[in-house]
Nanobody, 122 residues
Framework: QVQLVESGGGLVQAGGSLRLSCAAS????????MAWYRQAPGKQRELVATHATIGNTNYAASVQGRFTISRDNAKNTVYLQMNSLKPEDTAVYYCYATARIASYNENHFQYWGQGTRVTVSS
């Protein structure tokens, strides 16, 4: 099993920055892709950014150029640097990962963190 623990959320003024972190722990063979999603009040959860194991990254159009996803594979940790924050970035941000739980099992399983709240005031 994989546990994902996010940190770094909080309240920030528009134009400010925050850095989210998500550390994976538990019993697993390897972490494959890691990503950040967010869910604003009354809206569906949406993809913010993804980071594949080999380094490929992708971003939602709404955060392109403002957010940067990075990863420390040695620490099984993914980060989301959020700059030039806007009130519309207000949401609960969730960490997501896929992992192999054993070397003999090639299946990838999906895991979610508990979420960290980001509030951007205007």
């Amino acid at each position: 099993q994989v546990q994902l623990v996010e940190s770094g959320g909080g309240l920030v003024q528009a134009g400010g920055s925050l850095r989210l972190s998500c550390a994976a722990s538990g019993s697993f063979f390897s972490i494959a892709s890691m990503a950040w999603y967010r869910q604003a009040p009354g809206k569906q959860r949406e993809l913010v950014a993804t980071h594949a194991t080999i380094g490929n990254t992708n971003y939602a159009a709404s955060v392109q150029g403002r957010f940067t996803i990075s990863r420390d594979n040695a620490k099984n940790t993914v980060y989301l640097q959020m700059n030039s924050l806007k009130p519309e970035d207000t949401a609960v941000y969730y960490c997501y990962a896929t992992a192999r739980i054993a070397s003999y099992n090639e299946n990838h399983f999906q895991y979610w963190g508990q979420g960290t709240r980001v509030t951007v005031s205007s």
